[in-house]
């Protein structure tokens, strides 16, 4: 019998660095055994990266709290998911996804009035997952790049430039952050500490080989690197940008359009279509509990993963059943840009993926 166990961490941080430290080469085996256990018998916690971004959770403009501009929020919220969870801008208008977009009131959990008198609405995310996995429709889970965003707007002085900050409260701004909530993208934007520290402040606010910052990007967290230069500090402003991400760098004009291509981008990696399939996966090079750690969690980690079991450990190598949208085919694209897992000298037997950890 296989116990399947969602891919979350079961234990707090501390906990795992107690275990880490505590637990030998020849030890570690039964902790996993144990983990397997609370895996299965309790909750998991979610994610750090769960709660950067709900997907599943909307904030829509509404002319009032009537029963029918509730409704049409409803559905127009519906279609924000849609797009962010599809990857595609047109989802939310798209003839294939109407009935779930009629019937968006069944699929909601939670809904309030912000402050502002928008309508937030918090929806069943896997009972939408499943509703489009039905239909074939290509979903776009968890698995969410960071951006860094590196905006430069004219300054007073003529041929002088200043940077936009995560402090800022301009409208060009406030557009592209809302385009970002739109498409379902993490945008993260520098403080003015961390521009002086890199020298990105005055005229020279950008280099002319914008590609050299993808160090910057690196240093604030991000996977990414979105660099725009604006007309002006307004939401009608003009912006050249430039976007670099896993060594492609492509470029787009718009005020919207830097963060469009970034959303495009990651959909066209991560969003997966297809059934949710069993896949056996072997990992040489698993010699303690951290390095189990560390494997579990790039499974948590790749967006087309739902669950995951470990079938057996011989010697330092684990296998795992793991439940994979699309097949094996996506799941080889997704770990293959991680980098943890090389291919194996020795394949497989059977069908079975074969990977080694990297030191």
């Keep these: 019998m296989v116990f399947y166990t969602t891919v979350r961490p079961v234990l707090g941080d501390r906990q795992m660095t107690k275990l880490r430290k505590s637990a030998s080469p020849f ?31 909307v904030a829509i403009p509404v002319p009032d709290r009537s029963d029918a501009s509730r409704d049409a929020g409803f559905q127009n919220a519906m279609r924000v998911v849609l797009v962010r969870v599809t990857g595609r801008p047109g989802a939310g208008s798209d003839p294939a996804y109407a009935p779930l977009v009629v019937s968006a009131s069944r ?10 008198g928008r309508l937030v609405v918090g929806f069943d995310g896997g009972a939408i997952e499943r509703w489009l996995a039905g239909v074939g429709a290509p979903i776009w889970g968890r698995t969410r790049p960071v951006t860094l965003v590196l905006l430069s707007v004219p300054g007073a002085a003529a041929g002088a430039a200043t940077m936009v900050t995560r402090d800022a409260t301009s409208d060009l701004k406030s557009a592209i952050d809302a385009q970002a909530a739109l498409r379902g993208i993490e945008l993260r934007w520098p403080t003015e500490q961390q521009l002086q520290a890199d020298g990105l402040t005055g005229a020279s606010a950008l280099p002319a080989d914008p590609r050299a910052l993808l160090a910057d990007a690196t240093r604030a967290g991000a996977d990414a690197l979105l660099v725009g230069h604006a007309t002006d500090g307004s939401a009608s402003a003009s ?30 990696i991560y969003a997966v279509n297809g059934a949710t399939v069993p896949v056996e996966v072997a990992v040489d090079g698993v010699r303690t509990l951290a390095d189990y750690a560390r494997v579990q969690h790039l499974f948590a980690s ?36 991680d980098g943890s897992l090389q291919p194996a000298a020795q394949p497989g037997v059977g069908g079975e993926l074969r990977y080694r950890l990297r030191p």
């Design 27 to 57: 030890g570690w085996r039964a902790w996993l055994a144990l983990l397997g256990l609370v895996a299965v018998l309790g909750p998991a916690p979610s994610t750090r990266a769960d709660q950067r971004l709900d997907l599943y959770q």
């Design 107 to 116: 699929y909601v959990q939670q809904y309030r009035y912000a402050v502002d």
């Design 239 to 268: 912006v050249q940008w430039l976007f670099e991400y896993q060594n492609a760098v492509e470029t787009a004009t718009g005020l919207a359009a830097g963060v469009d291509r970034a959303a495009d981008a990651y959909a066209s």
């Design 302 to 337: 790749t967006t087309s993963v739902s669950r995951a079991a470990v079938l057996a450990v011989h010697g330092d190598t684990v296998r795992w059943r793991l439940l994979v949208r699309g097949g094996a085919g996506p799941l080889v694209r997704l770990l293959s840009l």
